[in-house]
């Protein structure tokens, strides 16, 4: 990984996977509404509050470490996002009540969707001792040619039905519950695996599961 240069400011940016597929449809779909901070490359042990030049140079250390490039992958940035928190907080919110890797079918005797599986995160350490994110979560599957997902918020706009594209995809959905169902797969490609994201829209907090789609035969 390279780093980009300390002395100037320098907004570098990448677009995603998902990004690349909005931008490449054409159909005024890639439009930029939000977009989030990361702290990914600090690290804030690195604090001296015994420095003899005294607090303007207890950061100094911090202030120097190189950037980091924009990578696209989710799994290696913006893991830790910049949110808004009460003064005093000392633990940021986690995603909990997910399971690592869930298992869905794809009978093919039925011709039609799969079977599908539920899953409902909470969070923790969240401000009032809450339980659910206040805006909720986005559930993102990054291979939607083998599974794709439902929701009990409003889908993401999409000109997509990721109900029968055989595309290798990601697709996006809103809520609180989220379910993942099989999409027709081939015999040769049971076992086949791709990985859903799940973030809190407020407090940042992400985790990934690893989805494992079965064939059944008929």
């Keep these: 990984m390279g780093y980009l240069n300390n002395a100037t400011t320098v907004l570098d940016a990448v677009l995603t996977k998902k990004g690349r597929e909005l931008l490449a449809r054409g159909t005024n779909e890639f439009n930029i509404s939000k977009f989030a901070l990361a702290d990914d490359e600090v690290d804030y042990s690195l604090w001296d509050e015994t420095n003899p030049l005294g607090t303007d140079y207890y950061g100094k250390i911090i202030e120097s470490l190189p950037l980091l490039e924009p990578t696209a992958n989710a799994n290696t940035t913006m893991r830790y996002k910049l949110v808004t928190r009460e003064a005093g907080t000392n633990k940021m919110s986690s995603i909990i009540n997910i399971q690592d890797a869930i298992e869905v079918e794809w009978d093919n005797s039925s011709g039609t969707a799969g079977t599908g599986t539920d899953f409902t ?91 494992t789609v079965d064939y059944v035969a008929s």
């Design 121 to 211: 995160p909470n969070s923790k350490h969240l401000p009032g001792g809450g339980t659910v994110d206040d805006d909720g979560y986005s559930f993102t599957i990054l291979n939607s040619s083998i599974a794709y997902l439902e929701s009990d918020g409003n889908p993401s706009p999409s000109s997509v039905d990721y109900k029968t594209t055989v595309q290798n995809m990601s697709q996006t959905v809103y809520g609180n519950t989220c379910n993942v169902k099989a999409k027709p797969i081939l015999e040769s490609q049971s076992g086949a695996t791709t990985t859903i994201i799940i973030t809190g829209l407020t407090y940042g907090a992400t985790r990934a599961i690893t989805v």
